[in-house]
Structures are given as C-alpha cells and as structure tokens.
C-alpha cells in the first residue's frame, strides 16, 4: 500500500477527527509526539487547536499522508519568524499510525516533508528534536538527519524518568 500527501489539506470536521485519533493512537503507543500515555483525545485536542492557530496565520503547514484506510501519518512544518532564522524550518509532530510501523511510512513522510521544504523559498534545512529512549536519532540519521545537539533529561516523561532531547538537522545543500 501506499501513501498519498497532501500538504495544507483544507480543515474540515472529518480531518480534524483524524489528526485526533491520529495523534491519540500513536501517544497510547507510545509514540514521543509531545504526550506520555495513556491519553485522551479530549486532552491533545487544545495542542491541535494551536496548530490550527498557527497555519492560520501562516505559520505553519501541515502534511497529510492517506492510504486506503484513511489519515495514517501527519506531520507540521514550522517557519521561523526571525529573519536570522529564516532559512530553516522545523518540524513537528511526525506520526505515522501504529498499525502502520515498519512499512515505511515514515521514511515515505520525512522525504515528503523534505520536498515540501525544497519547494519553500529560501529554505536551507530542517530541523526536529527527538525524545531520546527509543532510538529515534537512529531512525532520523538512516534518512539524512546529523545530531547537532542534545540537552539530557530535557523531557521528563514520568517522575524518575527523563529523557534527552536530541536535535537533528537536515541539510537540503
């Protein structure tokens, strides 16, 4: 199966539901996209509001990939507002569908994302950051991404439980 993407899909209630159940699944699997399990729907909702937010007033850009299932990974693409800063933009929240693991989903999305930002005007790089403990760096630097840092135990995912925070970048040079 493939994937079809789609960046700056238009909002409706149906995709709006999907980036929901989206995100929720892959947090309740364990996924590092910014909440620790179990989680709720109700409680991830007010973060993709602020995405809403964000691609409304031009932002930031959403990525949408599809199989024949449906929503099956997602991922945000923010500029900088610094003009020092400018050449590069970050991304945020990559999720592919549990169900959906090792079928590369996820090397199908980051070169999608990496097209989008070839595409983006002036744009040199991206940059993520990563929750270490599952080997993310790994994954990120089999498909181009170099740490260029790391803050231990920046993440605290439980008490007694802190994690890094590993960035990686992208040169598109």
């Not at 993440?155 to 970048?169: G, K, N, S, T, Y």
Request: charged share 25%.
């Amino acid at each position: 199966m493939t994937l079809t993407f789609t960046l700056e899909p238009p909002i409706t209630p149906a995709l709006r539901d999907d980036l929901l159940d989206l995100w929720t699944d892959v947090s309740n699997a364990g996924g590092a996209v910014g909440f620790v399990p179990p989680v709720h729907r109700e409680e991830i909702r007010p973060e993709l509001v602020r995405h809403f937010v964000h691609m409304a007033e031009g932002r930031t850009r959403l990525l949408v990939g599809r199989d024949a299932h449906g929503t099956t990974a997602a991922a945000f693409l923010t500029g900088n507002p610094q003009h020092l800063n400018a050449h590069w933009l970050s991304l945020y929240s990559v999720m592919v569908h549990p169900r959906h693991q090792g079928k590369g989903y996820g090397r199908d999305l980051l070169a999608a994302a990496e097209e989008a930002a070839r595409a983006t005007a002036g744009i040199e790089a991206i940059r993520l950051s990563c929750r270490g403990g599952h080997g993310l760096e790994r994954f990120y630097g089999s498909c181009g991404y170099k740490e260029v840092g790391r803050v231990p135990g920046a993440v605290r995912v439980a008490p007694d439980d802190d994690r890094d925070e590993i960035f990686m970048l992208l040169s598109l040079g």
